[in-house]
């Protein structure tokens, strides 16, 4: 199955630990992203990378890291410097020069 | 940066009825995307619509890009279209070709 996934769906951890969260796809796309949304509102661009082994901060990028070591994963880790770090995590891809965008289904993380 | 502003934020409609989704932009744009998120969170993209009108099924929409706006409009809603629709533009001058989103509008179709 072609197709964006990420994981886990449902992620716990405590105040001050980092957590790195997987997105992988094998739809061969060169742009990847990452976005977050909380509750009631629209996405946010953290960060993003149009080839492998370079990215560039979106609008959100402080308290996240990001890796391209592959064109087929992006990983994003939630530092203990994200201040808010509770809520939607989505991944995406692009074609057609990045404009065609496609999601993952998500991972809800939750510090508590 | 490009501000996007979608009305109405919310919206209720009984099944069969039809409905428009406003989207208006502050800014010339390159790339407009109109996103169906369902109440599991998928993003689903209905329309690659930078200008000009595109269908799909019971889906319209429409964007005239010199006035800066977008409409999406949903005939003889169902049950299953419930969920936020967001529209999302790339201004022409953005590198890495991202798109702003709007906040959304909540729809919900009752039986």
């Known amino acids: 199955d072609g197709g964006i996934t990420q994981s886990p769906k449902y992620l716990f951890r405590k105040e001050g630990q980092n957590v790195t969260l997987s997105c992988e796809q094998n739809?061969?796309?060169?742009?990847m992203y990452w976005y977050r949304q909380d509750p009631g509102q629209g996405l946010r661009l953290i960060y993003y990378s149009q080839i492998v082994n370079d990215f560039q901060k979106g609008d959100i990028a402080e308290g996240y890291s990001v890796s391209r070591e592959k064109k087929e994963s992006f990983p994003l880790t939630v530092t203990s410097a994200q201040k808010n770090p509770t809520a939607f995590y989505l991944c995406?891809?692009?074609?057609?020069?990045?404009?065609?965008?496609?999601f993952g289904p998500g991972t809800r993380l939750t510090v508590l | 940066g490009i501000q996007v502003e979608q009305s109405p934020p919310d919206l209720i409609l009984q099944e069969g009825a039809n409905s428009t989704l406003r989207c208006n932009f502050s800014?010339?744009?390159?790339?407009l995307q109109w996103f169906h998120q369902n109440p599991w969170g998928q993003l689903i993209n209905l329309f690659y619509?930078?200008?000009g009108t595109k269908q799909n099924g019971r889906l319209s929409a429409t964007t005239v890009a010199t006035e800066r706006y977008s409409l999406l409009y949903i005939s003889s809603s169902q049950t299953t279209d419930s969920g936020v629709y967001f529209c999302?533009?790339?201004?022409?001058?953005?590198?890495?070709?991202?798109?702003?989103f709007g906040e959304g509008t909540q729809l919900t179709v009752n039986p």
């Open positions: 619509i930078p200008s």
């Open positions: 739809l061969n796309h060169d742009a």
């Open positions: 800014d010339s744009v390159n790339n």
């Open positions: 999302a533009v790339e201004h022409p001058e953005t590198s890495g070709s991202r798109l702003t």
């Open positions: 995406a891809t692009g074609t057609g020069g990045g404009l065609y965008k496609f």
